[in-house]
């Protein structure tokens, strides 16, 4: 019987009640909104020699690790009954630079341990992690993860087992002028259909090739573009950059875009998440 294992992951903002005054005030009421990592992993087998119930998934050291942070269980509920298959929730308070550093990072790793040993992982684009959106993450009958099958908000994205196949966007041009990753320093683009020049740190060569990039004013979110309005193609000659462009629609001018590399999926190579930031000319 083919077992399933799906792993939901989470990144959300929840009140967290503390006193003694962490502020310098006494008021046990206070709410401070602290950064949580979630996991909820259904479908999962008990650990060995042990009765399925939260504190055995406790005792078995059963967790979740998330770039590095290590998520605890929280509930545990066999579904369904007497199936021997139980959702397992997990999760961990970090603080807002935690956040921020998943936020930077091209790929996310998500592992699954028992008594320390990882059990199973894989790599996801790390701006799934930072849209807070569900992670679904499917074993095969042999206990890995399906990475065909992997979902973020119900949508399949790229995912690997294989660290050699993922590769980094290192940077981007427009007009040969590095493009900025961060607001702050947005650079000025002259036009309203910009292209730009992504490069990788890995050979990837374009050919059955998917992608979501999304383009975003900063400002006005009814003048978004979709994955559907963007051209990704190749740069002849060189497998380690790709074309991005603007297709099929025209940004308005004097206005500061946020340039949303997400993904792009070609062959078995997965490129991970890169933000960049332009504005247009009055």
């Known amino acids: 019987m083919k077992k399933l294992f799906v792993l939901f992951l989470l990144v959300a903002l929840v009140p967290f009640t503390v006193g003694c005054g962490l502020f310098g005030d006494n008021d046990d009421t206070s709410a401070v909104n602290l950064p949580t990592l979630r996991a909820s992993v259904t479908g999962m087998s008990v650990p060995a020699n042990i009765r399925g119930n939260l504190a055995a998934f406790q005792a078995k050291k059963v967790t979740v690790v998330i770039n590095g942070v290590t998520l605890s269980p929280v509930a545990a509920t066999e579904n369904p009954a007497g199936s021997g298959k139980w959702d397992v929730d997990f999760q961990a308070l ?16 998500v592992e699954v341990k028992v008594n320390g040993v990882t059990t199973t992982s894989v790599a ?54 590095a493009v900025a990753t961060t607001q702050a320093a947005a650079v000025n683009v002259n036009s309203l259909t910009p292209a730009f020049v992504v490069t990788f740190d890995k050979d990837v060569i374009l050919q ?61 190579m997965v490129v991970g998440s890169k933000t960049f930031f332009i504005k247009t000319a009055q």
């Open 208 to 268: 059955n090739y998917t992608f979501d990039v999304g383009v975003k004013n900063v400002n006005k979110t009814e003048q978004d573009l979709t994955m559907n309005d963007i051209l990704v193609s190749a740069v002849d000659g060189n497998t380690k950059q790709a074309n991005v462009a603007v297709h099929g629609k025209t940004l308005s001018a004097g206005q500061t875009y946020q340039i949303s590399v997400r993904w792009i999926k070609a062959g078995d």
């Open 124 to 177: 996801v684009p790390a701006a799934s992690v930072a849209t807070a959106k569900s992670v679904t993450l499917p074993l095969t009958v042999a206990g890995v993860i399906d990475t065909t099958a992997v979902k973020v908000g119900g949508e399949t994205v790229p995912a690997t087992t294989d660290s050699t196949k993922v590769a980094t966007i290192t940077g981007a041009t427009n007009n040969n002028v």
């Open 94 to 109: 970090v603080d807002a630079v935690t956040i921020a550093a998943i936020n930077t990072l091209g790929t996310v790793n």
